[in-house]
């Protein structure tokens, strides 16, 4: 869709446009409802948020810090927490564990912040879950994928959630991984297959359940190769894997290296797709060299094919965003809505305080709403219960999806 709006009037009443910057912080405070008619007398609540504002994944977290800032503007124009505005307070992570965990450490010594939206990147998730759990801080993830985040290491032999105040609205690589692999397999007709990964957590995660799933479809691994997330020649990698002869590769990772790695190998003579997960699903991805029929997965639906979702893009465009809400906008958008439902109900007439934070760990627990994706609840893990994938196929330049579905265990 277009990016080129106006601030105009509907752009107030869907999204409280007006945000002051307060000094020294990251935090942004939108305006009450009916210009200011809210009652406010309570204070500021912060809601935090933890992604990548820069570096080379900054198009994806700076659609969801503006996701997360649509709903904390909506919130406040419909004076939805009692007595309280509130505020957004983004910190930068630049997809980096540590610095993650700095952010995490910055707004749990904030009695303010009631919970925080994100990360982007599942190792930047394992330094912040566990900082914000110890404050009993309640994060909501709309990207994170790796299943040890919910269900812990042995997630597969005996799940055990490693922290009550962890949530996602983003299905697992358990799903994406083995439903990428059905769609190569089954309906591309790929059966050997050569697969990358970065070796981060999300990276080879990923590509492990994907090539799992492949090699009992019947498919041929022929080759398992990693990749650093900063190269950026990958000749070597390509020479181990030509004498294989695949028909097609699968890269866990992101779209940095998947770009500029799909050239190559189409320039070293391998013209067969690259396939890769949520992490490449970007514009970015073509701009950097993926190549037409190269496919990917996604979690959720496409929001343009979804009614539910109108309303939030509408907002979105009112709003005069600078950059799109990319592939993780209306999760964002749902899991910040989440949050703040929760809040509202945690709080009810009182106030906030240390002593509201498991009543707000419930309300969130107990979710169960139609958000901009659809139906939005949490399993005992905190896990979404939308199971929904799409895979998309780049055609004239960009990322169309090709079908939506769920995966059925084979």
């Known amino acids: 869709m277009s990016r080129t709006r106006k601030v105009a009037a509907t752009a107030a009443l869907l999204a409280g446009a007006l945000a002051l910057t307060a000094c020294s912080t990251n935090r942004e405070e939108a305006t009450g409802g009916g210009g200011g008619s809210c009652d406010t007398s309570k204070g500021t609540l912060v809601v935090g948020f933890i992604a990548p504002l820069s570096g080379s994944l900054s198009a994806l977290g700076l659609g969801m810090k503006n996701s997360t800032d649509l709903a904390v503007n909506q919130a406040n124009q419909n004076c939805t927490v009692p007595g309280y505005r509130l505020a957004l307070q983004a910190e930068d992570d630049q997809a980096t564990a540590q610095i ?83 769609y190569m397999v089954q309906k591309a007709g790929k059966k050997n297959i050569a697969v990358i990964d970065d070796g981060k957590t999300y ?70 797709p690259l396939m890769g997960g949520d992490g490449i ?89 139609q958000g901009t994706t659809g139906a939005i609840s949490f399993d005992q893990y905190g896990d979404t219960t939308n199971k929904v994938l799409t895979v998309y196929s780049v055609q004239g330049g960009e990322f169309k999806p090709l079908e939506t579905g769920t995966y059925p265990a084979s």
């Open 281 to 369: 699903v970007d514009k970015t991805y073509v701009s950097l060299g993926g190549r037409e029929g190269d496919l990917a997965t996604n979690v959720g639906a496409p929001p343009e094919q979804l009614p539910s979702a109108k309303a939030f893009i509408d907002a979105y465009a009112a709003a005069g965003y600078s950059e799109p809400y990319s592939a993780y906008g209306a999760l964002t958008y749902d899991a910040a809505n989440v949050l703040i439902q929760g809040l509202a109900k945690a709080v009810g007439n009182g106030t906030f305080s240390d002593a509201t934070r498991d009543g707000l760990i419930s309300a969130v627990q107990a979710t169960n709403i």
């Open 100 to 182: 993650a965990g700095q952010a995490a450490t910055k707004l749990a010594s904030d009695p303010n912040v009631v919970g925080v939206i994100g990360t982007l990147n599942s190792s930047t998730a394992q330094s912040a879950a566990p900082i914000l759990a110890n404050k009993k801080i309640v994060e909501i993830s709309p990207a994170n994928t790796n299943p040890a985040l919910t269900q812990g290491d042995n997630y597969q032999s005996a799940p055990s959630r490693p922290n009550a105040t962890y949530f996602r609205t983003a299905t697992t690589d358990a799903i994406q991984g083995p439903f990428a692999a059905q």
């Open 203 to 272: 990276g080879a995660g990923l590509a492990a359940q994907f090539a799992t799933e492949a090699e009992k479809l019947g498919a041929t691994v022929v080759a398992r190769e990693k990749v650093g997330e900063k190269d950026t020649d990958f000749s070597g990698v390509i020479a181990k894997i030509r004498p294989s002869n695949p028909d097609a590769v699968y890269y866990g990772g992101e779209y940095p290296v998947a770009g500029p790695l799909s050239k190559q190998l189409a320039d070293a003579g391998l013209n067969v």
